[in-house]
């Protein structure tokens, strides 16, 4: 069974810091393709990034200009989104993404 969980969100203000993680398990994942994507109040979902685990090529959602940074730990199985410079526009719930599968999202509020 896939599961994802997400966690390390929570209140920053502006120009501050946070590290996502998204621990996983029910799959392969050094070989996955994971996503981020977080969806604001009221909002859509946005794609934010993409780790190919397979190869560690990634790829980034335009807003993101350098900000945010995708890793992973294959020993820990967990996924991580470093994001720094956050500014209020970065206020959402962020997922994981695996396939079809999501997590629950971590709470993300920028704000002073």
């Known amino acids: 069974e896939v599961q994802l969980a997400e966690s390390g969100g929570g209140l920053v203000q502006p120009g501050g810091s946070l590290r996502l993680s998204c621990a996983v398990s029910?799959?392969?994942?050094?070989?996955?393709?994971m996503n981020w994507v977080r969806q604001a109040p009221g909002k859509g979902v946005e794609w934010v990034g993409v780790?190919?685990?397979?190869?560690?090529?990634?790829s980034y959602a335009g807003f993101v200009k350098g900000r945010f940074a995708i890793s992973s730990d294959y020993a820990r199985n967990t996924l991580y989104l470093q994001m720094n410079n956050l500014n209020s526009e970065d206020t959402a719930v962020y997922y994981c993404?695996?396939?079809?599968?999501r997590g629950q999202g971590t709470q993300v509020t920028v704000s002073a």
């Open positions: 993404q695996y396939d079809d599968y």
């Open positions: 029910g799959f392969r994942f050094s070989a996955s393709i």
């Open positions: 780790i190919n685990n397979r190869n560690g090529q990634r």
